[in-house]
């Protein structure tokens, strides 16, 4: 009686011990599919949580615009720049030309002393003048000093035209006399430039130039007068 009492304890217990195990089995499968919440349905119906294709596709990629734009509008606008500054430029050079062709050579202005009355002459003769002096600049730069000599000479027997000129029809005098002076202190500067054997020229002009002035100012300013 003993064994059978044994093994009934022990078949007892292994049935429990299954029971437990069948339970604890059965809880854990239970836990594993437990019914979802409600709302989890709705939405995994409706796609909000889980998607039936991958999300990438679900964002419309943005249409990216050729780098090359070569549509009328654009092209248009790249043309008018360009365009501007080409009809600027032509502007430019067309004024540049017709400067150049309105303004007269010292020949030109020579011959037309002859011809133009006695006012006009002293303005015409100190526009010789002037353009002389820039070419003995020039001139004396490059080292040619015979041609240096034929225009300051020309500098020196224009402006003593200039005021005898001015003097006789009393025009245009104090002009004459800014230009007489503004040319000698050219003419000074020149002076320190050169060397010391090519400053006599340069020397006996400014002198002829201050004794031109000094005549002016004494035809605007006679000595006496009131």
Not at 2 to 31: I, Y
Not at 51 to 57: K, L, T
Not at 139 to 146: N, R, S
């Amino acid at each position: 009686m003993l064994g059978v009492h044994v093994s009934a304890e022990c078949v007892e217990r292994s049935r429990r011990d299954s029971v437990s195990t069948s339970a604890n089995g059965t809880g854990s499968a239970m836990k594993l599919q437990r019914v979802p919440h409600p709302c989890r349905v709705l939405c995994d119906r409706v796609g909000i949580l889980t998607f039936s294709r991958p999300f990438e596709s679900l964002v419309k990629p943005k249409s990216k615009r050729p780098s090359g734009d070569h549509s009328p509008q654009a092209l248009g606008s790249r043309l008018r720049l360009p365009l501007s500054n080409v009809f600027l430029l032509a502007i430019v050079l067309a004024g540049s030309t017709a400067t150049a062709r309105t303004e007269p050579t010292v020949e030109e202005l020579k011959a037309r002393v002859s011809s133009a009355n006695v006012g006009e002459k002293a303005k015409i003769c100190v526009e010789i003048a002037e353009k002389q002096l820039v070419a003995t600049d020039k001139l004396y730069a490059a080292d040619d000093m015979e041609k240096a000599q034929a225009s300051l000479t020309d500098v020196v027997a224009f402006s003593e035209l200039a005021r005898d000129y001015s003097v006789q029809s009393h025009k245009h005098q104090k002009q004459t006399e800014i230009a007489i002076r503004s040319m000698t202190r050219k003419l000074n500067d020149l002076l320190h430039v050169v060397g010391r054997e090519e400053q006599g020229p340069l020397k006996e002009a400014i002198k002829h130039l201050e004794r031109v002035r000094d005549d002016l100012l004494l035809a605007m300013f006679p000595k006496g007068a009131k």
